[in-house]
């Protein structure tokens, strides 16, 4: 069954939920997690039922008082501790990722460092988190205090499990808040890994609870009446269902969802690092990103050299198993690839010149693996379907500006507005496009090479509020007002 040598080891002890501290088999749909380059069964996982799903939310109510009037400093210790615990089990973690997702090991090290870093840079907010007074006169004085809003929910992507939960449950702790995550149901592993860790590092039973299943685990734990905030990441479609269950609680919501990421590349830009920009921002874990720069909008003087320059590098990355570290490993199943397949077939009857790939991929003689080639689109009409819905494949379309200012409107064109970036030698343009273009995050002169602690979120379609940095603790605390009269009445 396990045909890599490097496949990680005890995979079928892992509890399939983790409940007021205790691992709980799922009363659930009985769930089978394939190896994406393989189509090895890895681990068969049960899903929670909704009987569960409130055992999780009530165990996160009763943790709440505990751990919000835990002392801040012994707060960021318990935080800081989990942190390391997960630096210690980084490869474990790492392998467990790579497989279970279908990314590179490489790339898989990397969110879980990100994961230790989210922890860290949290719990030396814990004591941090400082009110005002608000000057009414001399009969009274106002105050504020900041409060841990309550039981948060966080429904994860597939894409970057252990990196995106890690990025919202540690801003929830770190405020006093107590949490239930709902992984993706196929990738679910290094969500349960990390909550026992979480037991491990000193958190109290309850404050980290982990309920695995599909779409409706998701709505019943949305909808919960003591859910009072909902972390979701994941396709705007579900994102709309989550902001519906959370109305019944009228629960707060942070929403990142899907992106058509835009990178425009002016006349006077240096072209390779144009292009290193562009090849990494499209086809990073084979393009399952939200931010991925799907559309490279290019100046017609430098079209045809910089697609020359991102082809050459197209056609020299390498696919393979994720546990090999290749540059490109599988995408996450056989129906996305067949979704992916489905975009590319599309948009060639439409006669749109494919200028590489558009094809799946077979490395290695991995027949049964859900590999599909980098590809390359040229010229795409600004109407074209893959132009405008997000693929979330290695799949990039070109479009052709002449002006900065149409290149502004293509940018904007989409009903997306995730991340945008751009590339030229001109500070002027470079800062009209950022404040005029549609986007909560933008990039000059190197895509997606920015920090973790800056912060995150989209605008129209791709979702409401803000994670990663200082922003990111405003979702889960609440501001209460105190105001003291004290007019001296003798």
């Known amino acids: ?166 990025r919202g449950a540690a801003a929830a702790l770190a405020v006093g808040a107590t949490m239930v995550a709902k992984p993706s149901e196929s990738t679910p592993l290094s969500a349960i890994m990390l909550a026992q860790l979480g037991l491990e590092a000193g958190l109290p039973r309850g404050a980290f609870n982990v309920i695995c299943g599909a779409g409706e685990i998701g709505e019943a734990l949305a909808s919960d009446n003591t859910v009072a905030h909902v972390t979701f990441t994941g396709s705007t479609a579900t994102g709309r269902k989550i902001m519906q269950s959370a109305s019944k609680p009228i629960a707060g919501t942070t929403l990142e969802l899907g992106g058509k990421s835009p990178v425009v590349v002016l006349a006077d830009a240096d072209l390779d690092a144009a292009a290193d920009g562009v090849v990494r921002g499209i086809f990073f874990n084979a393009g399952q990103v939200c931010a991925a720069g799907a559309r490279l909008i290019c100046a017609r003087s430098i079209h045809d050299a910089l697609v020359k320059k991102v ?75 893959i132009a405008q819905q997000e693929v979330f494949g290695p799949v990039l379309i070109t479009q052709i500006c002449d002006t900065v200012e149409q290149a502004l409107d293509l940018a904007n064109g989409t009903a997306f507005g995730l991340v945008a970036g751009v590339y030229t030698a001109d500070i002027t343009h470079a800062m009209q496009f950022a404040r005029k273009v549609e986007a909560g995050q933008i990039f000059i002169n190197g895509f997606l090479q920015g920090g973790d602690t800056v912060p995150f979120g989209g605008v129209k379609e791709s979702g409401i509020g803000r994670e990663k940095g200082l922003a990111g603790l405003a979702a889960y605390s609440a501001a209460k007002s105190i105001i003291i009269n004290h007019r001296d009445t003798s």
């Open 311 to 385: 082809v050459a590098k197209a056609e020299a990355l390498t696919i393979g198993h994720p546990l090999d570290n290749p540059d490109l490993g599988p995408l996450i199943s056989a129906q996305h690839l067949a979704r992916v397949e489905g975009f590319v077939d599309r948009a060639k009857s439409e006669g749109l010149t494919c200028a590489v790939g558009g094809h799946r991929a077979c490395p290695d003689g991995l027949t049964q693996g859900a590999f599909y080639a980098p590809t390359v689109f040229t010229n795409v009409p600004a109407h074209s379907e």
């Open 1 to 166: 069954m396990q045909t890599h040598p490097d496949y990680p080891q005890h995979l079928a002890e892992l509890p399939h939920n983790f409940i007021d501290g205790v691992g709980q088999t799922g009363a659930g749909k009985v769930r089978t997690l394939r190896d994406p380059a393989t189509s090895q069964v890895i681990v068969e996982l049960a899903d929670a039922d909704r009987s569960q799903v409130a055992q999780a939310v009530s165990s996160a109510r009763h943790a709440l008082p505990v751990w919000s009037d835990t002392a801040p400093a012994i707060r960021a210790r318990i935080i800081f501790r989990l942190a390391g615990l997960i630096e210690a089990k980084a490869g474990e973690l790492a392998s467990v990722e790579a497989l279970n997702v279908g990314k590179p090991i490489g790339q898989a090290k990397r969110d879980v460092q990100r994961a230790a870093d989210y922890f860290r840079f949290y719990a030396g907010c814990c004591d941090k988190l400082q009110g005002e007074t608000i000057p009414l006169g001399p009969d009274q004085t106002a105050l504020t205090v900041l409060e841990p809003i309550g039981v948060t929910a966080h429904i994860l992507p597939w894409n970057y499990p252990v990196s995106t939960l890690a």
